[in-house]
C-alpha cells in the first residue's frame, strides 16, 4: 500500500497570534491556498484562502485580527506513513482538500492536498488503462 509521504509537499506556517493581513501575505508569497498554524511545531489550526474572504469580505472581520480569531480547529492530521487511500478518505469524510501531516510525535512535517493525491491517482489510473489496452490488443 502506498503511503502519503511521498506526496507531501512543504508547509507554510505561522503562528496563531499572526494577523490576518499577515496570513495572507503569506499566502500570495508562496502561492498556496492555506496556512497551518503551529505552535511547538505542532499545527493547533489552519487557515484557508476560503476562511480569509468568508470571514474578512462577508464577516467584517479585521486585517489585524489574529489567525486564531478564523482558524479551523481542531485541525485534522494525518501521519506521514498513512496510506493513500484513508487519506483520502478522512479528507471525504471530514469536507477538507488539505490535511497537515504530522510524525510520530505529532509534529508538523508537511502537508498533503486533495488535487496532488488526484493527479498521482489519476496517473495510476491511466497506466493501468494502457496495460489493459495493451492487454487486449495481444488477444
Do not use: C, W, Y
Not at 502519503?4 to 490576518?20: D, G, N, S, Y
Not at 476560503?50 to 480569531?69: E, K, N, S, T, W
Not at 493513500?84 to 469524510?93: I, K, L
Request: overall charge negative.
Amino acid at each position: 500500500m502506498k503511503t502519503i509521504e511521498k506526496f507531501v509537499k512543504r508547509v507554510v506556517t505561522a503562528m496563531p497570534q499572526e494577523t490576518l493581513a499577515a496570513v495572507a501575505r503569506l499566502m500570495e508569497q508562496h502561492n498556496v491556498g492555506a496556512v497551518v498554524l503551529a505552535e511547538n511545531h505542532r499545527p493547533v489550526g489552519i487557515v484557508t484562502d476560503r476562511d480569509l474572504a468568508l470571514h474578512i469580505a462577508a464577516h467584517g472581520v479585521p486585517l489585524q485580527a489574529p489567525a486564531a480569531r478564523v482558524m479551523s480547529t481542531p485541525v485534522m492530521t494525518v501521519g506521514r506513513d498513512d496510506g493513500v487511500f484513508d487519506t483520502t478518505q478522512s479528507m471525504m469524510e471530514s469536507g477538507v482538500r488539505r490535511l497537515p501531516v504530522v510524525d510520530e510525535d505529532g509534529r508538523l512535517v508537511g502537508l498533503v492536498t486533495l488535487d496532488d493525491l488526484l493527479r498521482v491517482l489519476g496517473r495510476e489510473l491511466s497506466n493501468l488503462l494502457d496495460g489493459i489496452r495493451s492487454e487486449m490488443a495481444v488477444k
